[in-house]
């Protein structure tokens, strides 16, 4: 039988390379794609050694010629890309509305999140109907589900990839087509140095007093959510440590 084939973006650390290294040890082929090529080298390097097929290229969501480069050379290699994992995705800052002064943080976070999302499945999807089978998986977030103030527009993208998926999930029915929104709340990555531009105090302090998800933790479940039995479609998966509650509540030690 031939090996299955997952493409996960943002595969260069944190969820994305958990993931990628979960799979292939359940035995995927890998297409794998980051804007930063090194660190993408690393996990190319380790899922190789686990025994995958991989195909790694730098991608950068945010960039439709970048996407469509990468999606094409990707499924040249490979024929057929039976898992997409849309996991690219950052949040930058936590200045409130009526304090921010540019657009620029706003419009990364909502052309990577969103856009960026939107333009990697507008290409998978039709190969995933002309091959007739395939299993979308989305890295939404508790921040899709409560906002909280600081965060309106990561919340606001990540309320966005819940509905991209609920359309996604009405568009293909009658399609042998699986449509996953995996919602972590609190993960220790690097997300939080991303949004707080490499303030590794800033960073430590989100996570200070809690045990929070790992990236393996949230790997775990989406590898569940893929090696499930092809009729078996997991709707949205929300999971959060146990000292995280609803809005943005924390019991910290
Ligand atoms: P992370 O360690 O910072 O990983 C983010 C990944 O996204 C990196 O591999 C990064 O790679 C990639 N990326 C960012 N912009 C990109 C672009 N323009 N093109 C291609 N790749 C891009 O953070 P993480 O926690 O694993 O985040 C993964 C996903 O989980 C995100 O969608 C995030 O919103 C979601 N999430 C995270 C948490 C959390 O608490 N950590 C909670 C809920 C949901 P490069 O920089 O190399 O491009």
């Given amino acids: 039988m031939n090996k299955r084939i997952a493409l996960i973006t943002g595969a260069s650390s944190g969820i994305g390379a958990a993931t990628a290294r979960q799979l292939a040890d359940l035995g ?53 890309i039976d898992v997409l994992v849309n996991n690219a995705g950052l949040a ?6 009526a304090e921010q002064t540019s657009d620029e943080e706003w ?46 527009v990561y919340c606001a993208t990540k309320f966005g990839v819940r509905a ?27 997300f939080s140095m991303v949004r707080y531009s490499g303030n590794k105090d800033k960073a430590d302090a989100v996570y200070a007093g809690v045990t929070p998800l790992t990236a393996e933790d949230v790997a775990d479940v989406i590898a569940f959510a893929v090696t499930r039995k092809s009729h078996v479609d997991l709707d949205t998966i929300v999971m959060r440590p146990v000292q995280q509650g609803p809005y943005g509540q924390i019991a910290r030690k």
């Fill in 28 to 80: 995927f082929d890998l297409i794998l794609g980051a804007r930063r090529e090194d660190r993408l080298h690393d996990i190319a390097e380790d899922t190789k050694r686990r025994g995958a097929r991989v195909f790694s290229r730098t991608l950068d969501v945010t960039d439709l010629k970048s996407v469509t480069t990468f999606i094409k050379e990707a499924h040249d290699a490979f024929g057929s």
């Fill in 92 to 97: 930058r800052g936590v200045t409130r509305i």
């Fill in 107 to 152: 419009q990364e976070m909502l052309d990577t999140n969103v856009m960026g999302l939107l333009r990697v499945t507008r290409l998978v999807v039709p190969i995933m109907i002309e091959q007739g089978y395939g299993h979308v998986v989305n890295l939404g977030s508790t921040a899709g589900h409560d906002a909280y103030a600081g965060g309106s």
């Fill in 164 to 190: 991209i998926t609920s359309a996604l999930r009405q568009e293909l029915l009658g399609h042998p087509i699986r449509v996953t929104s995996v919602d972590p709340g609190m993960v220790e990555t690097d």
